[in-house]
């Protein structure tokens, strides 16, 4: 299996930024994909950005799309979300994902659907002050 590792949360004031981790350990060689969900209190889990391992292929959300950016670490397993003109409503606890390469492993919208990943981090939590 693949253990996730979110770092990096905290408290930012609106308009600032902040990079979270997410350090992958245990059979990272089979992951196809990897993605940041986020969930506030009360609402559902909310889908994030996503990247494929290889490199070629990203998708965000409309709504942190041109303030997120994800990319990722291969020498050290590693998948960043940097995250610029915060807003209060970004405020969540913010999760790591990653989906397996198996034979259900298609690059479509399916990436933005939580039940499409494998593994999961413990989250960490980002809050953004007004």
């Known amino acids: 299996q693949v253990q996730l590792v979110e770092s990096g949360g905290g408290l930012v004031q609106a308009g600032g930024s902040l990079t979270l981790s997410c350090a992958a350990s245990?059979?990272?060689?089979?992951?196809?994909?990897m993605g940041w969900f986020r969930q506030a209190p009360g609402k559902e889990r909310e889908f994030v950005t996503a990247?494929?391992?290889?490199?070629?292929?990203?998708y965000y959300a409309d709504s942190v799309k041109g303030r997120f950016t994800i990319s990722r670490g291969i020498a050290n397993n590693t998948l960043y979300l940097q995250m610029n003109s915060l807003k209060p409503e970004d405020t969540a606890v913010y999760y790591c994902?990653?989906?397996?390469?198996?034979?259900?492993?298609?690059?479509?919208?399916?990436?933005?659907?939580?039940?499409?990943?494998?593994?999961w981090g413990q989250g960490t939590q980002v809050t953004v002050s007004s």
């Open positions: 994902a990653a989906k397996a390469l198996d034979g259900r492993s298609k690059w479509s919208s399916v990436v933005a659907s939580a039940e499409f990943y494998d593994y």
């Open positions: 245990g059979r990272t060689f089979s992951v196809y994909a």
């Open positions: 990247i494929r391992w290889s490199g070629d292929s990203l």
